[in-house]
């Protein structure tokens, strides 16, 4: 095979003829950061009368400042070691925990009044659900519940999210793995058809979700532990009360409730998965199925998710700027 390069071009700058003098590298800078320890595992037993109480706690600590020194030379002067974070839960909890909102409030306040460089952070805190064990042990037991034994309780985990920058503290309260079904009153149909729909119309089927929502505080005069509550009523009831004709429409109405029964809520976000139950064919068998085995499929999955805000609230997309997924 004959060479036809021309006289003088070298194999390698034969391959790219275009090729031009590199350009001037661009100034390259330290963006926004944040470093914590994550997902602390804490149980905390209150023993001050013979009735026990329990709280478990799942928290997560984020700082956020003057950390660049680290990051560009290696300095470790400014960092507060995750394990002094994870140590701090663990203190802060001996003196009691209380809501979760108020025990990530009260690590908000210690590290930026604690380490000058610290101007925000993030807390996340997860509590999970025991109940007491019901039982008819007088010598243990009040109200018909065992005084120092508990069951894993609801399906759900409440969380709380602090983020604090500078003097701006934002609280976004919720929930989340809250399983909820109907095994009636809820329709789907009147939506657009093409060559590849399939799915049948229904008047009549089975609505189950798993919810995820979290609320914007837009006040810190709130009593977290019993607008908590109050939030997940609403949250069930309207669920259960609303005919539904999409889950988009539950959602909204699940939202409306809440911000018309609370003003201290600005907004309130929702992730929330179309858990799928199918009717089971059992003709094969020479049975019948008027609606009564069903096949509960984990995926694929419808997921909607929707903001539900007030009009005249102004919206600060620094609460929700690490919330991961759409909320």
Sequence with gaps: MSDTRAAGTTAANATAPHATAPHATAAIVLGDNQYGKAEVRLLRV???TPRHRITELSVTSQLRGDFASAHLVGDNAPVVATDTQKNTVFALAKDGVGAPEEFALRLAEHFTSGFDWVSGGRWLVKQYTWERIPTTLADNATDGTHDHAFVKGGTE???AVVQRDGDDVFVVAGLEDLSVLKSTGSEFHGFP???YTTLAETDDRILATSVTAR???TTADVDYDALYADVRRLLLETFADVHSFALQQTLYKMGERVLHEHPEIGEIRFSMPNLHHFLV????????????VFYAADRPYGLIEAEVRR???APDPRAWSTVAGFC
Excluded: S
């Excluded at 064919?281 to 009564?292: I, K, S, V």
């Design 193 to 195: 058809r093409d060559r």
């Design 215 to 217: 609320w914007r505080y």
């Design 46 to 48: 209150d023993r001050d």
């Design 311 to 313: 009009a005249d609230v």
């Design 157 to 159: 985990t409440r969380t």
């Design 281 to 292: 064919d059992l003709a094969p068998f020479g049975m019948d199925n008027p609606g009564e």
